[in-house]
């Protein structure tokens, strides 16, 4: 048991130590389980959105077919933003790139004439330029995008004032960017990257970076081009992290205030999507007027303008696990920095999560290995309760993401770990019980004994225990008229027989030797009444020998009788394994082994079948016994008294 104790406890620390270094290393299988269950966390308590001035205004399947097939002429988006500023919005950004020129413009067009039929088509203008003269009418935002390789970086529209140390070597980097036409960045009051923390379409944005930076430059998101726009503000003030240099901790545009991850990104909590808020841009360039709620919604806005029709391939997921468009996201985002409804997660819950993950591990570890593996997962259950109890509570209440999966997780491999390998030890030495006691013990003190298996080590200790012994009379004449073989099936089919009432009467075989038989009570373990016991086997064992013989069990022919001695001794012997850690053999030896033996020999000579000693006979009031008189004892100075047994004075169950 000390093995397993101490084993277990070596296991448990070196499990808890691996655990603890791979929640360090966090490698990307464990981000993801925790991402993942911060979704959780949003699909059980979606933020609820709030009315904010912000309006969608979506290029949707029915305004494609109302205006024609996407992209749509520069002339037709320079109507739209007219028709936005014209309701009253405050700023409008485009989330859609404006890379090439307008391949429906009449210059355009006119590339591919004659010379001679151009000047009629060039006379109506440029799409590209319409466009940007429509913007003077507002702030308008403009968005690029990230690119792989190095070139050119678009120029800031905004300022940024740094308070603290520089931030910019902690955000993301972009090295090259895809950029609107020159003409209509010239004439946009606000330029932000696009750039969601899902890379591909249709996968799921959880963050998203508001800060990039760039050939010395910081970039802002487009929704916060647009709410600098929308608030009238010129600059934005990036509150450095005191603590950890290189870190943005929040930024500030106008009076509103947004916090951020280490890397500038930002987390998004998502609210239930509802198409039904989004404004088709078929509404605004149709002759037929807006609506009340059309209007209201227009009013004031910050108006963000993306497409939504599938077949355009902006669709991205939520937390939520809802399929949405990426104007959307960003529109939400917008929201919730709005209505300040914020999820936090400081860089030093890294750093208490690794230390969470070690001390509960090491604290399992103790209680399986030196409490009990019950106890350990029973310990594990509550702290995993208590944890996610917390973790939520903190999320719901704060708005604080902290990760249940690392603790928990590294709480159940620590208890599977160290209990499985109690388990083994355990029951490996059950398996050693039950090959060196499974035989020779009843079942009931089979199961005492492998609840107890420190009892069995090499050595022995003193203890008070009955000893029996049975001896088969005129053997030796008896094996001279049988076969080798015939004398082995003889022996087992006795002993056999004779060995059944020991285990009945949970005493213990120790040994056959020949004809003879040794067994013992109240070891390795506590028997109660052990005299008694030892008793009540020897009349078994009388009646069992009377039967074989009634039915000439043993196979030497009718007349023939085989008569048995039995002696029992009641005193301290040494009990325990002898041998080697190899081979080892239950056994008990001393005085009181010897004089049960001779008490055994005594029979003979007094001619009965039972003869116990004075000190099994005081033991045993329910056992009618007889005084037979004193007798010599081999290695004995003094005469011993020894007693007949011949029945129960009592009913015996």
């Not at 390795?524 to 052990?530: A, E, M, R, T, W």
């Not at 009634?550 to 023939?560: M, Q, Y």
């Not at 033991?619 to 047994?645: C, M, N, Q, W």
């Amino acid at each position: 048991m000390k093995k397993a104790r101490s084993g277990g406890f070596i296991i448990g620390v070196a499990v808890a130590g691996l655990l603890t270094v791979l929640r360090w290393l966090d490698p990307q299988p464990l981000q993801d389980l925790r991402a993942a269950s911060f979704d959780i966390y949003q699909q059980l308590k979606p933020r609820v959105a709030v009315e904010t001035p912000v309006a969608v205004v979506t290029i949707d399947e029915a305004s494609l077919a109302q205006q024609g097939q996407w992209p749509w002429p520069r002339r037709t988006l320079a109507r739209l933003t007219d028709r936005l500023f014209e309701a009253g919005a405050v700023s409008v950004a485009f989330d859609i790139l404006f890379a090439e020129p307008d391949r429906l413009s009449p210059r355009e067009l006119a590339k591919s004439l004659a010379p001679s039929e151009r000047a009629a088509l060039e006379a109506l203008g440029d799409g590209d330029a319409v466009f940007a003269r429509s913007m003077t009418a507002g702030p308008v935002s403009l968005a690029f995008a990230d690119k792989p390789g190095e070139g050119p970086l678009p120029t800031p529209k905004a300022g940024f004032v740094v308070s603290g140390e520089e931030v910019a070597s902690g955000l993301t980097q972009i090295e090259n960017a895809i950029m609107p036409m020159p003409e209509l960045t010239a004439s946009a009051a606000g330029l932000g990257h696009i750039s969601l923390s899902g890379e591909q379409v249709g996968s799921r944005v959880r963050q998203v970076p508001l800060l990039l930076a760039g050939g010395g430059n910081l970039y802002p998101a487009l929704l916060l081009e647009a709410l600098r726009l929308g608030l009238g503000a010129s600059t934005y003030i990036v509150q450095a992290d005191p603590t950890y240099p290189g870190i943005a901790q929040s930024l500030r545009v106008g009076d509103v205030t947004v916090p951020l991850s280490e890397d500038g990104q930002f987390r998004f909590y998502a609210a239930p999507g509802d198409t039904g808020r989004f404004i088709p841009a078929g509404r605004l360039l149709s002759p037929a007027p807006l609506s009340l709620d059309e209007k209201t919604r227009l009013e004031g806005a910050i108006v963000l303008v993306g497409v939504s029709a599938a077949g355009l391939q902006d669709i991205r997921v939520t937390p939520l696990s809802e399929p949405v468009p990426g104007v959307a996201i960003h529109a939400q985002i917008l929201e919730q920095i709005l209505a300040g409804q914020f999820l936090n997660r400081p860089a030093w819950l890294d750093g208490a999560e690794v230390i969470a993950i070690a001390a509960l591990s090491l604290l399992l570890a103790v209680l399986a290995s030196f409490v009990g593996p019950l106890v350990a997962l029973a310990s594990a259950a509550v702290a995993g309760a208590v944890i996610l109890a917390l973790c939520w509570y903190l999320f719901a209440s704060q708005g604080l993401l902290v990760d249940p999966v690392a603790p928990l997780g590294g709480a159940l491999i620590t208890v599977f770990c160290t209990t499985a390998f109690w388990y083994v030890v355990i029951e490996r030495e059950r398996r050693y019980i039950r090959q060196a006691f499974g035989r020779y013990v009843s079942p009931t003190l089979l199961a005492r004994i492998e609840q107890s298996p420190d009892a069995l080590r090499l050595g022995g200790v003193n203890r008070e225990i009955t000893v029996l012994f049975m001896d088969v009379r005129d053997f030796t004449a008896l094996s001279e008229t049988l076969a080798p073989q015939e004398t082995i099936r003889f022996l087992n089919k006795l002993h056999g027989a004779l060995s059944v009432p020991v285990v009945e009467c949970d005493g213990t075989l120790d040994k056959f030797i020949g004809d003879s038989l040794m067994a013992f009570w109240n070891a390795p373990l506590d028997v109660g009444d052990h005299p008694a016991k030892a008793a009540e086997a020897a009349l078994r064992m009388r009646d069992a020998m009377a039967e074989l013989n009634r039915t000439d069990a043993l196979g030497l022919g009718p007349g023939h009788e085989v008569r048995i001695g039995i002696g029992i001794h009641t005193g301290v012997a040494c009990v325990g394994n002898v041998g080697t850690l190899k081979r080892l053999s239950y056994s008990a030896v001393g005085d009181t082994v010897n004089t049960a033996a001779r008490i055994e020999s005594a029979c003979k000579e007094i001619g009965t079948d039972i003869l116990v000693s004075e000190q099994t006979a005081r033991r045993i009031p329910g056992y009618g016994t007889v005084h037979a008189g004193k007798v010599a004892l081999k290695g004995k100075s003094e005469p011993f008294d020894v007693f007949f047994l011949p029945g129960r004075s009592e009913p015996q169950s």
